[in-house]
């Protein structure tokens, strides 16, 4: 059974771009374009804030040289202006010597990079609208109209030239027509607890960060599914019941995990605000990135980018991973760029989607100053932009080591 609704919804207010997400709205904003930022949630950032996934992957070759450069570099230096970090202290003045070995990293708090995305997006301009959901988008055949929004107000329209999807499970795209691939995700929650102990640690170490300590949990499920009970069917993070599931268990295993505890002796500092699924569903681009784009240059990269999990892997990100053809006004970027197996883990983490966010954000105002679909701009005219923006576009064959088989660090694809 299908219940119809028939109503008017008021036209509130018309964009260049409407987008998710941080990087894409900064990028838009200071090319002086309108620029309005939905957030479902109160706080900005996504997993890389309210999902407590404060941790910028390595951005270097594992060698001494940083790879993942642009908006990606100066989120890495926002995160850490106000805030402890862990970053080692090679990189903390420039890159370290060609022989040093240790990677660029860094661990943050959540709710101070938070704060400064909050900060730095309303400085630049960028219209932000907190707790609001984007619920559909209007489409005339392949175009999108603009957006249908709820929140507080009620039941909105605002009309955009733009739109960059950065929801994380491509949602705006999908009920708008475009093609998508979908990924299911493991039993995986953190969350943040302070004890008595960890305190100490805080205390002796002068260092704050040491208060962080994760909950005792049943289940320890890693990056590859090692540890995955059969009894814990995987999530498709697109299927309400299947968050609720999720979230439900999940809560409850933290629960019992600390009841024995003296309740004097330690507390749940933060609970995530965001599911935790690593790939839910991306966009079936023009270009399906995959592991076996290592080492390769692509005319239409829009970023080179390193693997997290071993040295020397380099990628060149193409733009076909944003976009699908005959849909002339709708980008994503993030964790839902297109990608399966392994190349979807390289590519959904922090540092590249900061990047893509940061090129899906420039297209967008070339797109709309060229007057071009977005899937027919000049991409040798945005690689110009990106890299006069201090992204490293194509990475140096120099960097490719002579016995590529040998050199890289084994890992662990596990589920692929
Ligand atoms: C368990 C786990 C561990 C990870 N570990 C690391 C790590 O150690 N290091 C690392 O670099 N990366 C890690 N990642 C990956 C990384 O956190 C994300 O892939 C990355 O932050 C990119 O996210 P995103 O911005 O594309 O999407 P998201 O972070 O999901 O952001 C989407 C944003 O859109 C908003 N939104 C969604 N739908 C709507 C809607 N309809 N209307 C309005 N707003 C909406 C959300 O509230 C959110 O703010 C991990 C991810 C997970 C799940």
Redesign the pocket.
């Known amino acids: 059974m299908n219940v119809e609704l028939n109503e008017k919804i008021p036209v509130v207010d018309s964009y260049d771009v409407i987008v998710?997400?941080v990087a894409s709205a900064l990028a838009i904003a200071r090319e002086g374009k309108k620029v309005m930022l939905?957030?479902?949630?109160i706080t900005?950032?996504?997993?890389?804030t309210i999902?407590l996934?404060n941790?910028?992957?390595p951005m270097c070759n594992g060698r001494g040289t940083q790879i993942i450069k642009g908006m990606a570099d100066e989120f890495l230096h926002l995160s850490t202006k106000h805030s402890w970090d862990n970053m080692p202290k090679e990189w903390q003045k420039g890159n370290p010597e060609k022989s040093d070995k240790t990677r660029l990293v860094a661990e943050y708090s959540p709710s101070i990079l938070a704060l400064e995305f909050t900060k730095i997006l309303d400085d630049a301009g960028v219209k932000i609208m907190f707790d609001?959901?984007?619920?559909k988008p209007v489409m005339d055949g392949k175009h999108c109209k603009g957006l249908v929004v709820e929140n507080k107000s009620g039941r909105q329209f605002y009309e955009c030239k733009m739109v960059v999807d950065?929801?994380?499970?491509c949602?705006?795209l999908r009920r708008g027509g475009v093609p998508t691939l979908l990924r299911k995700n493991y039993h995986?929650y953190?969350a943040y607890e302070a004890n008595l102990k960890s305190c100490q640690k805080a205390i002796d170490s002068k260092d704050i960060s040491k208060i962080y300590d994760n909950p005792k949990k049943k289940y320890n499920i890693n990056?590859y599914g090692h540890g995955q009970p059969e009894e814990i069917p995987l999530y498709d993070g697109t299927d309400a019941n299947d968050v609720n599931r999720y979230i439900i268990s999940n809560q409850k295993e933290v629960l019992d995990g600390i009841s024995n505890d003296d309740r004097f002796a330690r507390e749940i500092i933060t609970l995530p605000s965001?599911v935790?699924?690593?790939t839910t569903r991306c966009i079936d681009g023009n270009h399906v990135f995959t592991e076996k784009d290592a080492y390769k240059h692509f005319d239409d990269s829009i970023s080179a980018i390193c693997d997290?999990d071993r040295r020397d892997y380099l990628y060149e990100v193409p733009y076909g991973t944003l976009v699908k053809d005959g849909f002339d006004n709708l980008i994503t970027?993030?964790?839902?760029a297109c990608a399966s197996g392994y190349g979807w883990d390289v590519l959904?983490?922090?540092?590249p989607?900061i990047v893509t966010?940061q090129a899906s954000g420039l297209a967008c105002c070339q797109a709309i100053d060229d007057n071009l679909g977005i899937d027919k701009i000049d991409v040798k005219k945005l690689q110009d932009k990106l890299i006069s923006q201090n992204v490293m576009i194509h990475f140096d064959d120099e960097l490719i080591p002579k016995d590529i088989e040998n050199s890289g660090q084994k890992f662990d694809v596990g589920h692929e």
């Open positions: 998710a997400g939905i957030e479902k949630n900005l950032g996504g997993l890389a999902g996934i941790f910028f992957v609001t959901v984007v619920t950065t929801t994380g499970d949602d705006i995986f953190r990056l965001m935790q699924f690593r997290f970027a993030g964790r839902s959904r983490v922090i540092p989607a966010g």
